[in-house]
């Protein structure tokens, strides 16, 4: 088995966010790093102390939970309640929706203002392809 040689890494251009643990219960540490710095980490492994620790790209997407658009939460929503199954104006709590008539609240509004070329609707925020 070949090991791939180390990668050295200076404090330079690396800032420590927070931990935090996965669904799995695995320890996760996010860091910001300059454009040079993430470019060493692609597909790489990194050492901490005694550990290799994989390496992947983290993103937080802020959905709010009031009207289920992205991008800003609900103490400062300006939008109407929207029920994230059904795209329809009353709470998740309260949604009779079954399965086959989940309609994605995001892709909704972006077919009312794009009629030339509109996209699939019918499944939820909480889809995964």
């Given at each position: 088995m070949k090991l791939k040689s180390e990668l050295c890494v200076e404090n330079e251009g690396i800032?420590?966010?927070?931990?935090?643990?996965?669904?799995?219960?695995?320890?996760?540490?996010?860091?910001?790093?300059?454009?040079?710095?993430?470019?060493?980490?692609?597909?790489?492994?990194?050492?901490?102390?005694?550990?290799?620790?994989?390496?992947?790209?983290?993103?937080?997407?802020?959905?709010?939970?009031?009207?289920?658009?992205?991008?800003?939460?609900?103490?400062?929503c300006k939008g109407d309640l929207t029920c994230p199954i059904f795209a329809e104006n009353h709470s998740l709590h309260q949604c009779m929706a079954s399965k086959g008539q989940c309609k994605y609240i995001n892709i909704t509004t972006f077919n009312k203002y794009n009629h030339k070329s509109p996209i699939h609707a019918k499944h939820s925020f909480l889809y995964i392809s």
């Open positions: 800032t420590t966010r927070y931990p935090f643990k996965d669904k799995r219960k695995a320890y996760n540490l996010v860091i910001n790093v300059n454009s040079t710095k993430r470019m060493k980490f692609s597909w790489k492994k990194l050492k901490l102390g005694w550990n290799m620790c994989n390496v992947d790209d983290y993103i937080k997407i802020n959905r709010c939970y009031k009207c289920s658009k992205y991008n800003h939460r609900a103490q400062k």
